[in-house]
């Protein structure tokens, strides 16, 4: 097995007086070579929205965005009609396609606590959508469930165009579970609200995870937490 473990230390940061933000891979005014994403996986943001604030009208072409919120909700609005409140726990997707333009707020009292996760699709050119579900914590116990998803797995994951599935569950501590991966395909992992352990490895909250070369790998709550698993083609 090869492990690539990112400290969130590590990450790329930027701070202005509404977002507050840390990046697992080079995006923006962050570049790092080593770190361009993993296979199809582009994006991985750690963003802080201040209450009453947030991202202002702006565009995205051919790419599937997801959005996992972890504290509080975010609100939005797009070019298609669109429009939805996804509140902690829950995951939305925009599907970019052709071109949209979205606005992202954070309308509540408190701050917002979000991943924000891009994959480059299959194909470029499909109609744009969106779609909000909910993942209920109790769904999740103990088990890794897909939140989003291109396998045909006949789950009830939100759709994008890729060969990938995000992967979610609720760890009790000193629980542990099992993720397979197929042939060809490598997985990046990011524990939340504890460490983990990985295989014998510790890896702590927030950080991130490239997992290669291995058929399959154990995750250890060393708290009470949550991991997210995002399984890709190599």
Known sequence: MTLDIRSFASFGTFQNDWLDTHYH???????????????PLRVWNDDTIRAGSGFDPHPHRDMEIITYVRRGAISHRDSEGNSGRTEAGDV???????????????????????FQIWVEPRHTGNAPRWATRRFPRGDRAGRLIALASGRDDGDDA???????????????????????LGPGRQAYVVPLGSAMDLSGDRIDARAGVVVRDV????????????????????
Do not use: C, K, W
């Open 92 to 114: 939305q997707v925009m599907s970019a396609g052709t071109g949209i333009v979205h606005t992202e707020y954070n309308l509540d009292e408190e701050d917002t606590d979000l």
């Open 215 to 234: 058929a399959a790998f154990d995750l250890t709550a060393l708290g009470d937490g949550e991991a997210l698993v995002a399984d890709l083609p190599v």
């Open 158 to 180: 939100l759709p994008i165009d890729q060969d990938a599935v995000l992967l979610g569950a609720a760890i009790d501590a000193g629980a542990t579970l099992t993720h397979e």
């Open 25 to 39: 891979f080079s995006f923006a005014h962050y570049h790092d070579p080593a770190r361009m994403g993993v296979g």
